[in-house]
């Protein structure tokens, strides 16, 4: 009995290769396909869209009263401060940007020039001419070009704003003065900064050119006619700008 028994064990263990051989297998998983490279790009800021902001800074520049008869010509430079408001609006095209702006600035700019030498002018010995100016204001169209985040730009259009002549006397007293708005020119360059998706701030310069205001004969009692006097000026300016993007 014994013997029966182990030859059965043996013939069952010859058996069992042979037996899970014919048993079915387990599917293997399918193969994975490789992973797929997806290039991420830093969205580029859009600069179009209006705008609304402030702006303020420094003017330095020039003023002449020139006599039509008399000797002698009242050059002087003038200078101060300006503060103001700014309203635009912005296109892009790729890397252009394509703008207008206007803005209208307090100011304090002004100078003057004591002198016994010019004639044709006051009839006084000495006399006393000053130039200023109380506001200015340009409307400009701007283009640029964006490296992202950072626009350059050029601009320029039409300006504005008063030219006040002021004549003073001291041998006889006398004071009196010619205000008149008056028009011109303008041109500069800047460079902007988006600061966020709303919000960007400018360094600008501009070159202001107004046409000739004048001194009139009611003033400048030794003149044959009104004395013309001009007036430019140089801003350098910076500003914030608070900006509505488009739909």
Same mark, same amino acid.
């Given at each position: 009995?014994?013997?029966?028994?182990?030859?059965?064990?043996?013939?069952?263990?010859?058996?069992?290769?042979?037996?899970?051989?014919?048993?079915?297998?387990?599917?293997?998983?399918?193969?994975?396909?490789?992973?797929?490279?997806?290039?991420? /790009?830093?969205?580029?800021?859009?600069?179009?869209?209006?705008?609304?902001?402030?702006?303020?800074?420094?003017?330095?520049?020039?003023?002449?009263? /020139?006599?039509?008869?008399?000797?002698?010509? &009242?050059?002087?430079? $003038?200078?101060?401060?300006?503060?103001?408001?700014?309203?635009? *609006?912005?296109?892009?095209? &790729?890397?252009?940007?394509?703008? $207008?702006?206007?803005?209208?600035?307090?100011?304090?700019?002004?100078?003057?020039?004591?002198?016994?030498?010019?004639? &044709?002018?006051?009839?006084?010995?000495?006399?006393?001419?000053?130039?200023?100016?109380?506001?200015?204001?340009? $409307?400009?169209?701007?283009?640029?070009? *964006?490296?992202?985040?950072?626009?350059?730009?050029? /601009?320029?259009?039409?300006?504005?704003?008063?030219?006040?002549?002021?004549?003073?006397?001291?041998?006889?007293?006398?004071?009196?003065?010619?205000?008149?708005?008056?028009?011109?020119?303008?041109? &500069?360059?800047?460079?902007?900064?988006?600061?966020?998706?709303? $919000?960007?701030?400018?360094?600008?310069?501009?070159?202001?050119?107004?046409?000739?205001?004048?001194?009139?004969?009611?003033?400048?009692?030794?003149?044959? *006619?009104?004395?013309?006097?001009?007036?430019?000026?140089?801003?350098?300016?910076?500003?914030?700008?608070?900006?509505?993007?488009?739909?």
């Amino acid at each position: 009995m014994k013997r029966i028994l182990f030859a059965g064990a043996l013939a069952l263990a010859a058996a069992s290769p042979a037996l899970a051989a014919d048993l079915p297998q387990p599917m293997a998983p399918p193969p994975q396909a490789p992973a797929t490279y997806v290039p991420t /790009t830093a969205p580029v800021y859009n600069w179009g869209g209006i705008y609304v902001g402030i702006n303020g800074g420094y003017a330095f520049g020039g003023s002449k009263w /020139t006599p039509a008869t008399g000797s002698g010509t &009242g050059s002087f430079n $003038v200078n101060g401060g300006l503060v103001g408001g700014t309203l635009g *609006a912005n296109f892009q095209s &790729g890397q252009f940007v394509f703008g $207008v702006e206007g803005d209208v600035d307090w100011t304090d700019i002004r100078g003057s020039l004591s002198s016994t030498t010019v004639t &044709g002018i006051c009839a006084a010995a000495s006399c006393t001419y000053q130039t200023s100016n109380d506001w200015l204001g340009t $409307v400009r169209g701007r283009v640029g070009y *964006a490296f992202d985040r950072v626009l350059l730009y050029a /601009t320029g259009g039409g300006a504005f704003g008063n030219v006040k002549a002021t004549l003073t006397t001291t041998a006889p007293t006398f004071t009196g003065s010619t205000d008149s708005t008056e028009f011109g020119w303008t041109a &500069g360059a800047g460079v902007e900064f988006a600061l966020t998706d709303n $919000v960007t701030a400018k360094v600008e310069y501009l070159f202001v050119d107004l046409s000739n205001g004048s001194c009139s004969i009611t003033v400048c009692t030794a003149a044959t *006619a009104a004395v013309p006097v001009s007036f430019s000026a140089n801003l350098v300016r910076a500003g914030i700008n608070f900006k509505f993007n488009p739909y």
